[in-house]
């Protein structure tokens, strides 16, 4: 007995924990665009692509340096002073032909950074797309499944009565009481696909503190508010399309601009080959003790020479590899400018495939399925049919309004990776 109350003690804890733990958790509904925005001001993966453009833009200040100067004090001692002047001076060498070369590589690798921070955050824009999308269907599915349990509560309770009147076989009732425990079941997993898909979300906008939700119920027609195209729009042209992704696409703009920088190291590699202007100038100066005169002298001094003179080693290993890196570049380029054709030609029929499901949903299906729920209660309630054949008419409208919720999601989610092919933010794209 006292095992057992010490038990007890230890699960309210551990359950009074957990009540305080969830309780600092602040729940905020948020729509898509609000979502988007968190991502992109919270994630820590976003900002670290960001302090990686930052530092490259710091590589321009950099490659455009000055050479800091040098100071030397010359000091003879014992004989060796005399007759021989003491010197302290400055010197400083001047690259030739150099700072420039480097700067402009630096700036083209800056570029780069920030075409690639732009396609991450295009990537992240897309999952955070998906994963909203997918909670609005996994709602939209608990509603339907949520509705259908309560439809056949009442059938069950209905037909419990009109079998104590002997109205109906009490078979009827089992195959009720059945459907209504399976509807219960349906009802529990999609409640659970419902978290499952909330957790999701927050776990691709990378929060903690907050536990956000979609700002919609259930998952509708609301193009607009989810930054979509109406399906009946059909001005999209496919060329246009394409040739847009081809020029806007920040991965292959990317690839592009690592073209440029290719060619701007190869500029930098050879300039290796311009040697450098070194001047060096100072004051000299002898002591009572050490001139020829027996009096103190001074003056000035100046020399003027080249410097890393390429005699002896002329850098062409580094110029040959800066060759073979703009080849590679050059091949890059290609690749990827296939693989953005590729990529956008299969969004794009996805595209189309879900805007015809999803219109043919819409014009036929959903019509006939709820006319045929509707028309069958009537017919059940008036004992035109039994409850088998009205469990079957249900089971239609189910599966309809199921595979409707799919086909919507389908094609919010084909939209959606429509514009992430094409580097496209706007979704008002027929314009293009």
């Known amino acids: 007995m006292k095992l057992r109350l010490i038990i007890l003690f230890f699960v309210l804890v551990l359950l009074t924990k957990v009540e305080f733990c969830l309780g600092i958790v602040e729940s905020k509904k948020i729509n898509l665009n609000e979502a988007i925005n968190i991502t992109l001001s919270a994630n820590p993966k976003v900002k670290i692509?960001?302090?990686?453009?930052?530092?490259?833009?710091?590589?321009?200040?950099?490659?455009?340096?000055?050479?800091?100067?040098?100071?030397?004090?010359f000091q003879n001692i014992g004989k060796a002073g005399e007759g021989n002047p003491q010197q302290i001076g400055v010197d400083y060498t001047i690259e030739i032909l150099k700072r420039g070369k480097r700067k402009e590589y630096a700036k083209s690798e800056a570029i780069a950074a920030l075409n690639n921070e732009k396609y991450y955050e295009q990537v992240l824009i897309l999952n955070v797309k998906k994963a909203y999308i997918d909670l609005l269907l996994k709602k939209a599915n608990y509603k339907v499944l949520k509705n259908q349990q309560d439809l056949t509560s009442e059938l069950y309770e209905t037909a419990k009565k009109q079998s104590e009147k002997g109205a109906i076989p009490h078979t009827e009732v089992i195959q009720a009481k059945i459907a209504l425990n399976r509807a219960i079941i349906y009802t529990n997993v999609a409640k659970s696909e419902v978290i499952k898909a909330q957790n999701r979300l927050n776990a691709t906008m990378n929060t903690s503190e907050i536990n956000y939700d979609t700002k919609e119920e259930t998952l509708n027609n609301d193009y607009a508010a989810l930054n979509t195209l109406d399906p009946l729009n059909d001005k999209l042209n496919f060329e246009k399309i394409k040739n847009y992704a081809l020029e806007n696409r920040y991965d292959l703009l990317k690839a592009k601009q690592e073209i440029e920088s290719a060619k701007n190291n190869l500029k930098v590699v050879r300039s290796q080959l311009i040697p450098d202007f070194e001047i060096n100038g100072g004051y000299a100066y002898q002591g009572k003790g050490t001139s020829e005169s027996g009096r103190f002298m001074s003056g000035g001094y100046v020399a003027v020479g080249l410097t890393n003179l390429p005699i002896l080693y002329q850098y062409q290993p580094e110029i040959k590899n800066a060759q073979i890196e703009i080849e590679k570049a050059q091949l890059k380029y290609e690749d990827i400018k296939v693989d953005v054709t590729r990529d956008v030609t299969d969004a794009w029929e996805k595209y189309t495939i879900a805007r015809t499901n999803l219109n043919f949903y819409n014009k036929e299906l959903l019509k006939d399925s709820k006319e045929l729920l509707t028309e069958s209660k009537q017919n059940l309630d008036n004992k035109k049919i039994d409850v088998t054949s009205f469990l079957v008419s249900k089971k239609i409208y189910l599966e309809s309004m199921l595979y409707y919720h799919e086909a919507l999601a389908e094609y919010y989610d084909s939209y959606a990776e429509l514009l992430k092919e094409m580097n496209a933010l706007d979704w008002n794209i027929e314009n293009i």
Not at 55 to 71: C, G, H, M
Request: charged share 30%; no cysteine; hydrophobic share 30%.
């Open 49 to 73: 692509q960001k302090l990686n453009t930052e530092t490259s833009v710091n590589e321009i200040k950099i490659a455009d340096r000055l050479q800091n100067p040098s100071v030397e004090f």
